[in-house]
Structure formats: structure tokens, C-alpha cells
């Protein structure tokens, strides 16, 4: 029995790095089942043996790519808390064109985190959400030091704007079709558009401290 379960946790596995790599090479389209089956080395229909659909695939390799994100913001992030205005900024700027680098490097995958949409009314796994939301303490240790007087639910939210801001220029800055931005100039407008809010985060401090005395 255990070695069933252990061989079909391998085969697993095996599917998973089958379709990351399919979605590297060719992004969604890339993931056709029988292809994917070929690579395994089982039918298709078992396939929805070892996940339940299509979506939960591509939420895994999902997960996988974010796992690796979260690696990659660790290692641009501060190990301190920012004991200064001045170190929360750039902590906030290291952390921005570290997230840039990545979805550069990994363009296909980071593309489908945003791109894929999931059945309509089925919800996100639990675990998939956890993955997720997780990323976003790295923006908000510097946000404290930025913006003290934000309770945490409220800093959570802007957390939220922040990615936003900054996923929105990266991903019209990566976008060949449109209106690519060269590395050096995409790397330039990110760091502006983050010290901007930053400044307006100190301000807004300043100015509320200003009120209350």
C-alpha cells in the first residue's frame, strides 16, 4: 500500500515538472494533456488520477513559482526591520526590481499566476490563497516603518495597492507586443514610482502627526 501511494506521489511529481515545463517553453499553450501524459508515461485519463483537473495543475506549478518568488524577495529583502525612513524606501525599491528580475527570468511562468483563470464557480484551494497572500509581509515590514500610523488590516490592503502599482508597469513594461520597455529604463521607472509613494506615505505621516500635535 505504501508503495502505491508513494509511486503515485512520484508520478505526481513528475506531471507537475512535465507541465512547468511545458508553460516555461510555450506558456498556456503548452499544456495539452496527451502530451503531457507521454511525458509522464500513463493514459490521459490518469492524469485526473493524480490531480483533479487542469486547474489544479497549473495551481501547482503556481505554487511552485511563487515558492521560488518568495526565495527571490527573501534574499532582496533587509534581514532588520528598516530602522529608517530612508532604508524602508529602498527596502521597498530592492524588493520592486527584485520582483521585476524575476518575472523577466521566469516570464512565462509568472505570466500564467495572473493569467489563468480557474473554472467559473469553482474556488480557490485553500492552500493555493495561503501561497499566495504569503508573499506580502515582505512589503509590509518596510510599510510599518513607512507608514506607523496604518493599523495592520489597513497596511495589508496597501500592500496590496503596492504590488499592483508596481505588477501593472512591469507587466505593460514586459509586454513585446505593445509597449516593451528596455531593462534599464523599466528598472528606472519602477524605482521612481515606488520612492513617489513612499514620499506621499511620509508626507501623509508627517502631516498627520502635524494634526495631532
Known sequence: MRSTVERRERQRE?????????????????????????????????????????????????????ARLDEALTAAAMEEPPASLVEASDS??????????????????????????????AELPDWSVTDQMILFRHIARPLARLAPGMSEAERAVFARTLFSAVHGVIAIGLEDKLVAVPRRQLESQIETLVRLICAGLQARGEKNQGTSD
Open 14 to 66: 513528475a506531471l507537475i515538472d512535465a507541465a512547468e515545463a511545458a508553460i516555461a517553453a510555450e506558456g498556456a499553450a503548452g499544456l495539452k494533456a496527451r502530451e503531457l501524459a507521454r511525458e509522464v508515461g500513463c493514459a490521459v485519463g490518469a492524469i485526473y488520477n493524480l490531480v483533479s483537473d487542469m486547474d489544479e495543475l497549473v495551481l501547482r506549478v503556481g505554487s511552485r513559482t511563487l
Open 92 to 121: 521597498l525599491v530592492a524588493l520592486a526590481l527584485a520582483y521585476c528580475a524575476f518575472a523577466r527570468e521566469n516570464l512565462q511562468l509568472w505570466r500564467i499566476l495572473f493569467e489563468h483563470r480557474i473554472a467559473e464557480g
